[in-house]
């Protein structure tokens, strides 16, 4: 591949200016070159808001302590919600949370968690472990929600629940005539319906949810849909999300849509990335090498392949593609750290784990005709969390700049991106040297994610659009001094988003440097 003589003139120029130390990243280490074609002449589908979703299950820290304090407490809160929680969800723009479960889901009974809080039952965590004293429930979720700006997406207990309890829950939520659910609401403090906008009938029916068989939870799902009946003088419509299948289950997607189909509004997929594919030793946090660097990204890159397969199978029962494909469960899953007491699923999150966000994110913009919403697991102090908190304290993970920097997506059209660069390779490990994507927002800006995962690589990318010109460009950039750096409370900005520093042009060719181990997004005006 020629080398424009425009890199030797201005190789000193491409110096970033990161966060620690001025330090200047790309100067020293080993660079190869890659080019990419931004297809600006070929929009394709909205990437939907909703990709952006996140998940709040009731387990460990990830409510009680992580967003939820209660009125009374030392920490700063909003009616009982941690403000700094609720300022950061804020600056990010969260679109939509699934609560409040997950496996809890299908044990919880919604007349648990209403009415005067003193008086509320205290119950077992089947699922998780510990008690439940039903703090947050209802009341708290939805109006959390509107707190932050976000849509509602509530899980519905199928495995232990009845249609029955679902459609009374519903009737509670929604209602505004004089019924007497609708009372019992107001007589809990809430005049005005809220809205719910999407409905899990049921959570991993194949597991957790009730160890079913595919064609049983049809059935149970066709039963389930029937009587979701949003209520109100002019109620909104409830897109049905069935129970799908885990990673590669096949079977169970094509059991589902092949028997009630016509009944569903939205295919849930999970599909968690695990460094050493194995759920017995999933490997550490923290404590890793190269080997596990590229093991978990090659696991995160598979997510393109079964959205593949299951988009096929999909389009078998539903070719016009009305039926959403929503990944309700994604993210990084390591194992607890050794000799150290936390709660359940808690876990630390470095750069590796906001290189994976990244990636992913750009899988379901690839996506975007048929994947329309996604949850990532989960939202504080829970697996692959956007935050962290201890008590006071609280902590921006790396995977939550990921998010804040690619919320430029939001509702932008896809559009088509062709990458050639050589493969980063670790052992017989292969992996794109530069992972992309695209699309163009209202304002009519590009905007380009890029990921570089080779740990000491500088990647000396040629980017252009066809179809279109950029007359300027600026981004922002997300790395850090290793593979394992984290955000802790004593040191919160290690990895931490940067301006991205010289970017040139040349005949219509955008020429800039992608220091190893970073994740870069581009605004071209």
């Known amino acids: 591949m020629k080398i424009s003589s425009w890199m030797a003139v201005h ?82 723009h969260v679109p939509v949370i699934r609560w409040p479960g997950g496996c809890f889901a299908d044990e919880y009974h919604w007349r648990d968690g ?10 077992r965590n089947l699922s998780w472990g510990g008690e439940e004293i039903n703090a947050f429930g209802t009341h708290e979720f939805m109006d959390f929600a509107e707190l932050i700006g976000a849509e509602t997406y509530i ?62 939870y049809a059935d149970l799902y066709r039963q389930f849909a029937t009587f979701v009946h949003p209520s109100g003088s002019e109620p909104s419509p409830i897109v049905r999300v069935a129970s799908g299948a885990s990673g590669d289950d096949f079977a169970w ?24 594919n194995d759920w017995n030793k999933k490997g550490s946090a923290t404590d890793f090498g190269e080997a596990e660097w590229i093991a978990t990204l090659h696991g995160a890159l598979r997510m393109d392949e079964l959205l593949t397969m299951h988009s096929a199978i999909m389009d078998k029962y539903d070719p016009k593609k009305r039926v959403a494909l929503v990944v309700d469960e994604w993210g990084t899953w390591y194992d607890p750290q050794p000799g150290v007491a936390a709660p359940a699923l808690y876990q630390q999150n470095s750069l590796r784990d906001a290189l994976t966000a990244a990636m992913t994110l750009n899988i379901f913009h ?42 430029v997506f939001q509702g932008a059209t896809s559009l088509p991106v062709e990458v050639r660069s050589p493969d980063y390779i670790f052992g017989n490990v292969h992996v794109p040297g530069v992972q992309a994507s695209a699309g163009r927002d209202a304002a009519g800006i590009v905007h380009v994610g890029l990921v570089n995962p080779s740990p000491d690589k500088t990647i000396r990318l040629h980017l252009r659009l066809s179809g279109s010109q950029a007359k300027s460009i600026k981004g922002r950039i997300l790395t850090a001094p290793a593979i394992t750096s984290i955000n802790t409370f004593e040191h919160p900005d290690v990895v931490k988003p940067a301006p991205l520093a010289g970017a040139s042009s040349k005949d219509g060719e955008w020429m800039l440097r992608l220091p190893p181990r970073s994740v870069v997004v581009l605004d071209m005006r």
């Open 253 to 276: 997607t094509e059991g589902v849509m092949s028997a009630a189909a016509e009944l569903i509004d939205a295919y849930g997929v999970h599909y968690y990335t695990l460094p050493m």
């Open 366 to 407: 690839a996506h975007a005709d048929r994947v329309r919403m996604a949850n990532i697991a989960q939202m504080v102090n829970v697996l692959q969390a956007m935050i962290l908190t201890d008590q006071k304290r609280m902590v921006l993970t790396p995977t939550y700049h990921v998010f804040d920097m690619y919320q």
């Open 114 to 123: 209403v009415g005067p809080r003193q008086q509320r039952p205290v119950r």
């Open 11 to 92: 190789s000193l120029s491409f110096c970033l200016l990161l966060a620690w130390e001025g330090t200047c990243v790309g100067q020293t280490a080993k660079a190869i070159d890659a080019q990419i074609i931004v297809h600006a002449d070929r929009p394709g589908a909205v990437i939907q808001r909703e990709i952006y979703g996140q998940f709040a299950e009731q387990l460990g820290h990830g409510i009680d302590q992580g967003i939820w304090v209660g009125e009374a407490s030392a920490i700063p809160n909003i009616k009982g919600y941690r403000k700094d929680v609720v300022d950061a969800l804020k600056a990010i």
């Open 155 to 216: 899980g519905v207990n199928v495995g232990g629940g009845t249609p029955r309890e679902m459609s009374d829950w519903l009737e509670y939520l929604t209602a505004d005539g004089q019924s007497s659910i609708a009372r019992e609401r107001r007589a809990n403090g809430r005049d005005k319906p809220w809205k719910v906008s999407y409905l899990g009938i049921g959570n991993e029916a194949w597991g957790c949810g009730g160890h079913m068989r595919p064609a049983y």
